[in-house]
């Protein structure tokens, strides 16, 4: 009887759905821009309904018309993750719908739950289902229901999300334009609800029910987002979206944090025994903080797993030294219990360690936080000890400047502070072998930037190599790259490098005695390019967004040009400008060792946020940098040069006369002065010397000595 009355409650819903859709699909037409677009969500109907509790069942209705073959080949899989430990669903229905009104329903071995293919444990689940008979013109329409099984913080609820619909698949995203978006969300009258909306301007329709409080939110005719704006900013600063959250303030989430963790750390005298063994010998607190990370790194093995997966709970400091590993929350919770154990106060500390993130202060989310480190006050330094092969204090790249909460009796949110040696050295040398130009490159990834190659290689492994050196390839894809390799990848307290060969495949003209046998080209390659995100820079006209620069640090650049032969000679025809500004700094130098030259340039990010009243300035400098950071030089014939280079190396006054002479055979005037300056006064009656110094003084237009050095020269002939 159950059984049948909830057939016949998901029919009657069902039929309601299409009676409505029906109507819809009968009357619609689309606009210009929507047949450009390929696809517009015609309708989105989302609600909540939490119980006293503040347990939820949320429902999400779509329906979408596609428009052209692209939008086609994007919605073939529909993808939608929910967390399995927090959340049951069900599928109410899904369907394709022709303009005729035919209707082909989801079938069943066209749906299936995956789990993320990464090598992280977490309780991440997606549902995937493809419909059949899509095709130009027709009409996608599903419904999904989710009930939380827990909750991520006792009694309480919170959600963000999209106004549209953000659909994402192995080859594409989009977002496309939505005509009516509407989103419900039902609360007891008792109970709090506290809303923030981004990128657009709303007001709530509220109306009471009975014993519930009902929120409703109406948006009609949002545009389509054009992911080619996306120039290294996140989506969520650009695209209409919202948080819901019944928390009131801060210490609803730092109380229940503070309570499970704290109950975790443990400081009894076998922690103190170990803790006073790890940290034996040790001069003062700082000693004794890195030599307990140390031990961490060596002995607990870090294992990839999502902040919250099976919930917000750790292992205990036992377990863990039972288990010899643990995820960052078990990580913190034992380098906590060995830090109190020696006296030095510490707290779990929470963050979000992606690279594009969301922290709104106004209003409480858990979503924000994605990791846990551990904050030490005495020393106003963050730890994070889950790199078993990290430069300490072990914190990444993308965790600094950002918001973390301290969790301890009182709220605390603090940005971490902690300086790091961000620094990247590119070392490139130039050579020739059998009239083929040779490159060798090393990649000297200093601190932070080391420590995030060691992450990224703990989680990839060998496709890390694989990956970069595809990279590099299409960066040198006239030549053959070669010996390419990570070292210090898996080493502790030693920078990662990178190191490879490029041999170009085409030959230069050692005999060319006219036209420059070499030419070198320099500045900021795509290497840079991609580390800066500058590649993604934009014209102000293009785009009403800022800017979000890939590092903030510095990244050095020196250059080694060997001359393709010793009767070669290497002359700068371009040379690059220099900046200081607000956003950045680059500077350039170079040098003559024998007939090679060495350059070196710097370029230090100051700051990795634009905002958008800012940009013009910042592309206006930015742009100038990519078009003047360029230098050129090219190695001519030089018959001379290869002799004034043997000269150089004797020390006897002819030496040096005959040096003086081989600039004057050049017109290099001043040089051949400068050599003979140093000499004249201390060899008067040498006649080669005065002879050579009077046509040098004379070619310069100095008459009167030119003369006087002449005469002397005379004198000592006759």
């Known amino acids: 009887m159950k059984f049948l009355m909830l057939f016949i409650l998901l029919v009657l819903s069902t039929n309601l759905y299409s009676n409505n859709s029906k109507e819809i699909i009968k009357n619609f037409e689309p606009t210009k821009e929507e047949i450009k677009n390929g696809a517009v969500i015609i309708k989105k109907d989302v609600k909540h309904e939490l119980d006293k509790d503040n347990n939820s069942k949320s429902t999400y209705y779509y329906l979408i018309a596609l428009l052209d073959k692209k939008a086609i080949e994007d919605y073939t899989h529909i993808s939608i993750p929910f967390n399995s430990y927090y959340k049951d669903y069900k599928i109410d229905f899904a369907r394709i719908i022709s303009k005729d009104g035919v209707v082909n329903e989801l079938k069943k071995d066209a749906l299936q739950i995956k789990t993320p293919n990464n090598n992280m444990y977490n309780d991440t689940k997606i549902i995937e289902f493809s419909l059949p008979s899509m095709k130009n013109g027709s009409f996608i329409e599903y419904k999904l229901t989710f009930n939380s099984k827990k909750q991520l913080i006792n009694k309480h609820w919170s959600k963000s999300g999209y106004i549209g619909r953000f659909h994402i698949n192995n080859s594409s995203a989009r977002i496309d334009s939505v005509r009516s978006s509407k989103i419900e969300v039902s609360i007891p009258k008792t109970n709090k609800l506290f809303t923030k909306f981004y990128n657009i301007k709303v007001k709530p329709k509220i109306k009471t029910v009975e014993n519930k409080k009902i929120y409703s939110w109406q948006f009609n005719d949002i545009s389509k987002f054009d992911f080619e704006d996306l120039t290294a900013i996140s989506y969520y600063r650009i695209v209409p979206n919202y948080s819901f959250s019944t928390m009131k303030n801060w210490s609803v989430l730092n109380n229940q944090f503070n309570e499970i963790f704290n109950e975790k750390v443990v400081v009894d005298s076998k922690i103190k025994n170990l803790a006073s063994k790890i940290t034996k010998n040790t001069k003062n607190d700082e000693e004794k903080i890195e030599k307990i990370y140390k031990y961490l790194q060596e002995n607990i093995k870090y294992v990839f797993a999502n902040f919250g997966s099976g919930g917000f709970t750790p292992h205990s400091t036992h377990e863990i030294l039972e288990n010899l590993y643990g995820d960052c929350k078990d990580q913190s919770i034992l380098f906590i219990s060995l830090l109190r154990a020696v006296g030095i106060e510490a707290h779990p500390t929470i963050v979000n360690a992606s690279l594009f993130t969301k922290f709104d202060k106004e209003i409480v989310m858990p979503q924000y936080f994605n990791h846990m480190i551990t904050y030490i006050p005495s020393k106003n330094l963050w730890v994070d000890t889950t790199g078993s092969n990290f430069t300490f204090p072990g914190t990444s790249v993308n965790t600094i400047d950002k918001n973390s909460l301290i969790i301890k009796d009182k709220v605390e949110i603090k940005k971490i502070t902690n300086k790091l040696e961000n620094e990247i050295l590119i070392t490139k040398r130039y050579d020739y072998k059998n009239n083929n130009q040779l490159l060798n490159v090393e990649i000297d990834f200093k601190?932070?930037?080391?420590?995030?190659?060691?992450?990224?290689?703990?989680?990839?492994?060998?496709?890390?190599?694989?990956?970069?050196?595809?990279?590099?390839?299409?960066?040198?894809?006239?030549?053959?790259?070669?010996?390419?390799?990570?070292?210090?990848?898996?080493?502790?307290?030693?920078?990662?490098?990178?190191?490879?060969?490029?041999?170009?495949?085409?030959?230069?003209?050692?005999?060319?005695?006219?036209?420059?046998?070499?030419?070198?080209?320099?500045?900021?390659?795509?290497?840079?390019?991609?580390?800066?995100?500058?590649?993604?820079?934009?014209?102000?006209?293009?785009?009403?967004?800022?800017?979000?620069?890939?590092?903030?640090?510095?990244?050095?650049?020196?250059?080694?040009?060997?001359?393709?032969?010793?009767?070669?000679?290497?002359?700068f025809t371009v040379l690059p400008k220099t900046y200081d500004n607000k956003y950045f700094t680059y500077s350039f130098m170079q040098r003559n060792i024998s007939n090679n030259i060495q350059t070196t340039s710097e370029l230090t990010i100051k700051k990795r946020m634009v905002k958008p009243e800012d940009y013009k300035n910042f592309y206006k400098e930015a742009s100038s940098l990519l078009s003047n950071s360029i230098w050129q030089v090219n190695y001519k014939y030089d018959p001379f040069f290869k002799k004034q280079n043997q000269l150089k190396k004797g020390s006897d006054l002819k030496s040096k006369i005959d040096l003086a002479k081989s600039y004057l055979n050049t017109m290099q005037l001043e040089e051949a002065k400068s050599i003979l300056d140093e000499h004249i006064d201390k060899n008067k009656n040498n006649y080669d010397l005065n002879y050579t110094y009077g046509v040098v003084l004379g070619l310069l237009g100095e008459d009167d000595l030119s003369e006087k050095y002449l005469n002397i020269a005379d004198k000592i002939k006759n």
Request: proline share 2%.
């Open 447 to 571: 601190g932070a930037y080391s420590d995030h190659y060691k992450a990224l290689y703990s989680q990839y492994d060998s496709k890390l190599t694989d990956m970069y050196e595809s990279f590099f390839a299409q960066l040198y894809n006239s030549a053959t790259i070669k010996d390419f390799k990570f070292t210090n990848i898996k080493t502790n307290d030693k920078n990662v490098k990178l190191i490879f060969n490029v041999k170009s495949n085409g030959e230069i003209d050692l005999d060319n005695k006219t036209t420059p046998i070499a030419t070198y080209y320099g500045g900021l390659d795509s290497f840079i390019l991609e580390k800066t995100t500058l590649r993604k820079l934009k014209k102000p006209e293009n785009t009403k967004y800022g800017f979000i620069l890939g590092i903030k640090g510095k990244i050095k650049t020196r250059t080694i040009l060997s001359a393709p032969s010793d009767e070669s000679k290497g002359t």
